[in-house]
Each structure stands twice: as structure tokens, then as C-alpha cells.
């Protein structure tokens, strides 16, 4: 006979670990107890070694949605168990994992549409396998108690459900039904069936906001253009892309061209808005003016419900211009009145505000634009310990880090930091991770750019602050991501970054490792007139490129006023950024004065861009203080020649990126003659055309290259980075 207690952390809580354990004992005829705890999972096992053995052989295969990070195993005294049971969680220093809102599994899939079945088109279906995480959970070890469900008591079927190992919902803390768990609220119309009402209301073409896990959406018909254009005009909204909520993948091929890595992550577990290509770039216009349509498919029982009457909806964000998604109730009534006519709410609180996922498929991996719901709040490790290192990210695109052992976690999506809402929702976010993780910041990094929210923000914390350079931070997430810790090549194209001398960087060659890198490439620095002004303003740049190539702006359509300021560098702030050069060359070939979004020229000209063209034009180099420069001027001259001889745009935009990509392996060969490994990061790398073909062309010369598979390679990912170098230079 023999007692063991074992110490299971990782993903281990509200994942049906615990009922697992309870039968992996039963089956080997072992007696003894398991509970939660602060830590993860103990476990105590007494009965004959065969058994046991048996025992710890089965803990290799766990529930589909747990992660085992580490046991530690201690052998006990002998205590004759007279049973197997789970017993009450144990409160006290925390230390476990938590699992991130995942979509439905099969087997409630099947309840929710069995007339038979008491769950019978139950919107809050959910199990031990699937359902509500991070986002109803307020405190750990993960109980209902610590959750949002605390308010709904059990029937006495769902209690026996409960209570019964045999159950899939054995100890599932979400669990309920129709008669005891969370209820559809409609407005304005509280008499009517809610999910009848709301899909009656869709396919008259109103707008409705929909309850969902992490936050509140407004929703239209997909194929209702009128309605689309309404919800655009309300939202104020008039031409950043929607994205699309689709029945099944058979609808979601209705609108792109749909290959099997892409079907695969519309179908997981996470369910992110996956970007595919449109079959035409011209269709579709009113949901997304690019060529690119962003497709999910029902992550909750209550999409699932609705979808199965409505082919597509579009599906956005219930907020306010750059301000957080909506959770609460009355919130929404108040504030969404005169966006939304329809309310299709709940009574199951929102603990956690968590956006839909957005992200690419790039060679069967995600490729992230921006890591929220599904995959949040599972940490990434790191090859070095980071106990109590706080990483405050960026500006725009705002997130935070927290270290603790070699577990890095990071926080959902929360958007550009400018807005007080969003500054409110950061810290409320980064409170409940150092509560839920009992992470404890002892030293903080962030920005070098003093006019950051977030470096203002590291001020206030009274703690040793470590600052880091936004480019060296973007090469350090791709590195972590890989464990890669000896020098590499960066190519970091960027939109902006603080650089050492004090200027604006963004497209960027450097050479270092996670404690200290090198400048080594760059392109000719873009006088931007007017500074910030110019990055919306995109036909300045326009100008600016023009005056400083030494040709004439081809439109007669010419402010003077630029023209002139461009002619004083003096007057002008200089930025050597990728991000502009692209919005330049945009508002070059379509003489576009604005862009409404972050990063809404590059986008367009990406998709504007013959595919089958391989023309380029041509490359110019000089060397500056050690800096080996790409000189753009001589690559404009030839665009205006095209321009001038009326060669059409979807060309020009081909050639101009095929030269970019020419420009970055040119580099790589100069400036690398080592042969380093080659770092790929910076916003501009989610452009497509870019990251496709200079990893086939880096690929081909032999160069071992990475790119971002499990961060974000906008500035949403640069938080990453920072931890990594702090913890480095521990």
C-alpha cells in the first residue's frame, strides 16, 4: 500500500480536472480526496503501488482544455481513506491558471438542439468542457462562489448533475438550466420572446445589441446594405471593416475564398474573426472597402441559437468611437439609445471584458492582429524567471504584461490608450490580474517615449521603472516567442517608435539580443509636415515625398502652404517609418487627403495591388554614422514615371511592395554577413504581401527566419518584448 500527494499546476481549474481525477481513482480502485487550492489541483492517492502507478500513467492524458505545467509528488503516511471524493477548495496564495471563454462543445451542441433534451435551445448551455471562463470569474480558486454564476442557485436537477461522476457537468461551476441559471432580457419589447423578437428584428433590418461572453455587440443583417450603412452612420463608423458572423463554413465561403488552415481556426475552440480574401475585392464593399473579410463563426449557445435562423450578421463592438466594448446592462440602455434598436441582454454579469480575437492564417498558425477572447488569459513562458516584472506596453494599441516564475500573461485586448475609458479599463484589467495571479510588481517597463500614456502611468507607480526602446521590444516578443536568446537580425517595420537619438524610427535592421541591440539599417527619414497632423492627413506625406525626391506633386491640387514646409526640414518632424512611407505612396496614386483608421492606407494599397505583377523598382543605398539607409527618393521618381505614362495603380502599388521586399533581403545581405538568425515584427508586417514574400525570399537564401505566431506583431505585442529584456537584464 502506499499514500501519495500530489501538486498539479497549470491550466487545472474549470476545466473538468478534478471530476477527471475522481474517475481516473475510481477506475484504479484508489481511495484518498482531491480539492482546488490557491496553487492548482492537490491530490491525495492511497491504495496498492500497482494501482497508483496506473494512476499517474492516465494523468499523462487530461481533459482536452487543461494544461499540466508541473506535479510534484511527495509520499505520505498511510491514512485509510474510506473513499474517493472531491472535498471544499482550499483559500491561500495564489498561484493557478485560468482558462480562457471557449466555444461549445459537440456534446452540448447536440443537448441545445434535442427536443428531447431539458437543455432544449438553453442559451447558457455549457459543461466541463466548454463555456464561460475568464470572463465570469472574480476571484480563485475557481468555484461558483468566486464567480458571476454565485447569484443563480442550482436546481435539483442540475444539482444532481452536479453531485453524479458519471455527469459531464460533475463539479461544472457554470452549470444551469432554463429553470435556475441566467435569462434573456429583450428591450424594448420585455414581452416578447427574446431570441424570436431578436430575430424577427434582424430581418427587418434593425440593429440590435447582443450580450455575449466578453462584452456587448451591435449586430445587422449581412445582407442587408441599407442596414449596414444605418449602423455605420450611427456608430459613426463610416469606413473601418466589419466583421461577419456566419452559420457555418459553407456561408463563410459565400463571402472569401476559405482554405483549410483558415476553416480549421474559424472551427476551433477559440473562435476568432479570421481575416480571409475576398473571392472579388470588389464585393462586399459595405462591410470591408479591402480585399480582406473578417469571419467567425457562434463562440456562445446564444449565437448558436440566433445563427441557426440567420445566414450572416454583421457583428462590431457596442462602443463609442475608440472606447471600450460594453458589459453592463444599463450602461448599454443609456449610452447605445440612438445606436442600437433592439437590446438583446442578459442577466449573467460580465466579470472580465474580453473582444472577439482577430488574426490571419499564416502556414497553418494563427498570426495575430490582436489576442483577446479564447486565448487570454493563458500565459506564454519565457526562458527566464520573471517574478514581479510589470510591462506596460505601448500607446495606441495598449496592453500590459505580468511576469511570475517563467509565466508571462497578458492582457486582453483594450485598445488605444489616449481615451480615459480605455486607460480606466487598462488598470482595471491589470487590479484583476495581480489579484487573480496574486502577482505582485516589483519593477516596471516601459517606453522610451515620454509622451506615452503608459510611461506617464509607469511614473505613478513608485517603483524602479526600466525603459525600452519600442523597436528592441518588438524584436524581443518575436524572440521570446521562440526562445531565442543569442543575437539575431531584426527587419522591424513599424509605423512610429521613439528612437535613441530622439527621433521617429519604424523601419528598422537591428542586431542584439534580449540585452542590448544595434542600429544598423533604416530607410531615409520622411519629413512629415505638420507632425502628427500628417500620419491622418496622408497627402501631406504625399507632397513631402514628392518635394523631397525633387519632382512635382502630380495633381494641380497642391497646398502651397505644404510644399513650403516640406522645403524647411527645420519646420517638419522627421520619421524613417514604414507605416508612412506606405500611407505616402497611397495618397500618391489615389491623391487621398485622409484615412479614417490606423492603418487604413497600407491596407488599401495591399489590396489595390496586382497580384501577378513582379516588377520592381530601384534599390538606392547610403551608409550615415554607421547606419545603412534605403534612399526612397530614386523608388518615387520611378512611381511618378509610371503615374505619368498612366500605368494603372493596381501595378504601381505591386511594384512599389515587390521593391520593399527586395529592399529588406538586400539589407539582410549586407548587413548580416554572419548569417544570424532573421526576427520579423513591427505592425507593417501584418501586410500580407510583405510577410508572405520575404519570408519566401529569406527562406530561399537559406536564412532561418521567424515571424510572430503567438503575439501580435503591432505594437499590441510589445509589452511581450519589454518583460522579456527586463527579465533578461534581472
Known amino acids: 500500500m502506499k499514500h501519495l500527494k500530489l501538486q498539479v499546476r497549470g491550466i487545472v481549474q474549470g476545466v473538468g ?57 511527495k509520499e505520505m503516511p498511510l491514512q485509510a481513506f474510506r473513499s474517493f471524493q472531491i472535498i471544499d477548495s482550499h483559500v491561500g496564495e495564489h498561484d493557478t491558471l485560468i482558462s480562457p471563454d471557449i466555444a461549445p462543445c459537440a ?24 463555456g464561460p471562463r475568464y470572463s465570469i470569474i472574480q476571484d480563485v480558486p475557481y468555484d461558483r462562489k468566486y464567480t458571476t454564476m454565485s447569484r443563480f442557485v442550482m436546481c435539483d436537477a442540475c444539482q444532481k448533475e452536479y453531485q453524479d461522476i458519471r455527469d459531464r457537468r460533475y463539479h461544472a461551476q457554470p452549470d444551469a438550466c432554463a429553470r435556475c441559471g441566467p435569462k434573456l432580457l429583450l428591450y424594448p419589447d420585455s414581452t416578447a420572446e427574446p431570441l424570436s423578437g431578436t430575430i424577427q428584428a434582424l430581418k427587418q433590418g434593425k440593429i440590435v445589441a447582443i450580450k455575449g461572453i466578453g462584452g456587448i455587440h451591435l449586430a445587422c443583417d449581412a445582407w442587408n446594405k441599407q442596414a449596414i450603412q444605418r449602423l455605420r452612420k450611427r456608430k459613426m463608423r463610416e469606413q473601418k471593416p466589419f466583421a461577419i458572423m456566419v452559420q457555418s463554413i459553407e456561408e463563410a465561403k459565400k463571402f472569401a475564398v476559405i482554405s483549410r488552415e483558415e476553416s480549421d481556426l474559424l472551427q476551433g475552440k477559440e473562435r476568432p474573426i479570421v481575416l480571409c480574401r475576398k473571392k472579388d475585392p470588389k464585393q462586399f464593399l459595405a462591410i470591408s472597402e479591402n480585399q480582406y473579410i473578417g469571419l467567425l463563426l457562434p463562440y456562445s449557445p446564444l449565437h448558436v441559437l440566433l445563427m441557426q435562423q440567420l445566414p450572416a450578421v454583421v457583428l462590431t463592438s457596442a462602443n463609442r468611437h475608440d472606447e471600450p466594448v460594453y458589459i453592463d446592462n444599463q450602461a448599454a440602455l443609456q449610452d447605445l439609445c440612438g445606436i442600437a434598436d433592439v437590446f438583446l441582454l442578459h442577466d449573467r454579469p460580465i466579470a472580465n471584458r ?14 495575430f492582429v490582436r489576442r483577446s477572447r479564447g486565448y487570454v488569459p493563458a500565459p506564454l513562458t519565457i526562458q527566464e524567471e520573471c517574478d514581479g516584472i510589470l510591462a506596460l506596453g505601448a500607446h495606441q494599441k495598449g496592453s500590459f504584461a505580468l511576469g511570475k516564475h517563467h509565466y508571462v500573461f497578458l492582457s486582453p485586448y483594450i485598445g488605444n490608450l489616449e481615451h480615459w ?28 517615449h515620454p509622451d506615452y500614456t503608459s510611461t506617464q502611468f509607469a511614473n505613478t507607480l513608485h517603483l524602479p521603472i526600466l525603459q525600452v526602446q519600442h523597436h528592441h521590444a518588438h524584436m524581443a516578443a518575436c524572440m521570446a516567442e ?11 517595420f513599424d509605423g512610429s517608435g521613439y528612437g535613441e537619438d530622439h527621433t521617429i524610427w519604424g523601419a528598422e535592421c537591428l542586431i542584439g539580443d534580449l540585452q542590448s541591440y544595434q542600429r544598423v539599417g533604416s530607410i531615409h527619414p520622411i519629413l512629415l509636415p505638420g507632425g502628427e497632423l500628417a500620419i491622418h492627413e496622408i497627402k501631406r506625406i504625399a507632397i513631402s515625398l514628392c518635394v523631397m525626391s525633387r519632382h512635382p506633386f502630380p495633381s494641380a491640387c497642391v497646398e502651397q502652404e505644404i510644399v513650403s514646409l516640406c522645403q524647411h526640414p527645420s519646420l517638419c518632424v522627421a520619421a524613417s517609418s514604414m507605416g508612412r512611407l506606405f500611407d505616402g505612396v497611397y495618397a500618391l496614386l489615389t491623391n487621398t487627403c485622409w484615412q479614417s483608421y490606423d492603418g487604413q492606407a497600407p491596407m488599401l494599397l495591399e489590396s489595390m495591388a496586382d497580384r501577378k505583377e513582379e516588377g520592381e523598382y530601384s534599390l538606392s543605398f547610403y551608409n550615415a554614422s554607421g547606419v545603412r539607409y534605403f534612399d526612397w527618393r530614386k523608388m518615387i521618381g520611378e512611381i511618378l514615371r ?30 548580416n554577413p554572419s548569417r544570424l538568425p532573421i526576427v520579423l515584427s513591427g505592425g507593417s508586417f501584418l501586410n500580407q504581401w510583405l510577410l ?39
Request: include cysteine.
Open 421 to 448: 475609458k480605455n486607460m480606466e479599463h487598462y488598470q482595471q484589467a491589470l487590479q484583476t490580474y495581480e489579484h487573480l495571479f496574486a502577482i505582485h510588481p516589483e519593477k516596471v517597463v516601459c517606453d522610451l
Open 107 to 130: 456534446d452540448c451542441l447536440r443537448e441545445l438542439n434535442d427536443p428531447n433534451d431539458r437543455r432544449y435551445h438553453y442559451p447558457f448551455i455549457n459543461c466541463t468542457n466548454c
Open 642 to 671: 509610371d503615374l505619368q505614362q498612366g500605368m494603372d495603380n493596381a501595378r504601381i502599388s505591386a511594384r512599389f511592395m515587390n521593391t520593399i521586399c527586395h529592399m529588406a533581403v538586400a539589407q539582410c545581405r549586407a548587413l
Open 482 to 492: 521562440h526562445q531565442l536568446s543569442s543575437k539575431v537580425f531584426g527587419i522591424i
Open 692 to 730: 508572405h514574400k520575404i519570408v519566401a525570399r529569406l527562406e530561399k537564401e537559406q536564412y532561418r527566419v521567424y515571424w510572430h505566431q503567438q503575439t501580435a506583431c503591432n505594437d499590441e505585442g510589445i509589452a511581450f518584448g519589454q518583460l522579456a529584456i527586463a527579465a533578461q537584464r534581472k
Open 17 to 73: 480536472f478534478r471530476p477527471f481525477i475522481h474517475r481516473l481513482a475510481d477506475n484504479n480502485q484508489l481511495k484518498g480526496s482531491v480539492y482546488n487550492d490557491g496553487q492548482g489541483v492537490i491530490i491525495e492517492v492511497e491504495g496498492k503501488e500497482e494501482n497508483i502507478n496506473n494512476f499517474l500513467h492516465g494523468l499523462h492524458s487530461p481533459p482536452d482544455l487543461s494544461k499540466i505545467e508541473e506535479i510534484q509528488i
Open 354 to 367: 474580453c473582444d472577439d480575437s482577430l488574426l490571419y492564417a499564416f502556414r497553418g498558425k494563427p498570426y
